[in-house]
C-alpha cells in the first residue's frame, strides 16, 4: 500500500472513530463518516468496503495498539505477580475508552453479520493472549502451582471482565482498589506457597 493510501486510510479511520464515539456504532451512518471526514464516499468504500469492515479496521487498530502498548508497559515488570497487577492496572485504565462502549454496542447490534461478530470478539479478547503469556512464564519459573496456562487465562479474563460491570456504579478509584483486592485473592489460588 502506497504512503497515500495509508495516511488516507488512517484519516478515515481516525475521523470515523470519532464519529462512532459521538454517535454509536448505530447512529453513525457512512454519510455521517464521509462529511466529518472529508473524504469522498467512493473512497472511504474503496478502502473498507462497508461500514462494518470499517468499524472492523477500527477494532484491528485498537486491539493492535493495546498489545503494542501492553508490550512496552511489561517491561517495568519483571515477576509474575508484578505483571499480573500491571496487566491489572493497564486493563482498568482502559475504561476511559469510549471506544470500547462503541464496541459493547456493536456486540449489541442484532444487525451485525455473524462474521463481523466473530472477527471482533476475536480481535477484542488479544488480552487473553497476554494473560496466558504471563500465567505460562509464572509456570515456567514454578510460582503458579497451576499447569494450564490457557484456563488460567480465562478464569482471569472472566474476573476483569466481570468485574467491569461496577464501572457503571462505582468511582474508578474505587474499582481500581476493587481489580487490585481480586487479584490479590487471585494470587492466593494459584501461588506455590
Do not use: C
Not at 1 to 11: C, D, F
Not at 55 to 65: K, P, Q, V
Not at 133 to 158: M, R, S
Amino acid at each position: 500500500m502506497s504512503q497515500k493510501a495509508q495516511s488516507t486510510r488512517a484519516l478515515i479511520l481516525e475521523k470515523a472513530e470519532e464519529m462512532f464515539v459521538q454517535k454509536g456504532y448505530v447512529g453513525t451512518s457512512m454519510e455521517d463518516i464521509v462529511q466529518h471526514s472529508g473524504m469522498s464516499k467512493g473512497s472511504i468504500y474503496y478502502h473498507f468496503g462497508s461500514k462494518e469492515k470499517l468499524f472492523m479496521a477500527l477494532i484491528e487498530t485498537f486491539s493492535n495498539g493495546w498489545i503494542k502498548k501492553w508490550g512496552e508497559a511489561e517491561t517495568q515488570s519483571s515477576s509474575f505477580q508484578e505483571k499480573l497487577h500491571l496487566v491489572t492496572e493497564y486493563y482498568v485504565k482502559d475504561f476511559h475508552n469510549p471506544l470500547l462502549k462503541v464496541i459493547d454496542e456493536f456486540y449489541m447490534n442484532t444487525t451485525a453479520q455473524q462474521e463481523f461478530l466473530d472477527q471482533s470478539l476475536h480481535l477484542v479478547q488479544a488480552p487473553l493472549d497476554v494473560y496466558k503469556d504471563i500465567f505460562q512464564a509464572g509456570i515456567d519459573e514454578g510460582v503458579v502451582k497451576e499447569n494450564d496456562a490457557h484456563e488460567l487465562a480465562l478464569v482471569f479474563t472472566g474476573l476483569m471482565n466481570g468485574l467491569g460491570v461496577n464501572y457503571y456504579q462505582m468511582e474508578v478509584s474505587d474499582l481500581e482498589q476493587l481489580y487490585t483486592r481480586a487479584v490479590q485473592l487471585f494470587l492466593e489460588g494459584v501461588l506455590v506457597l
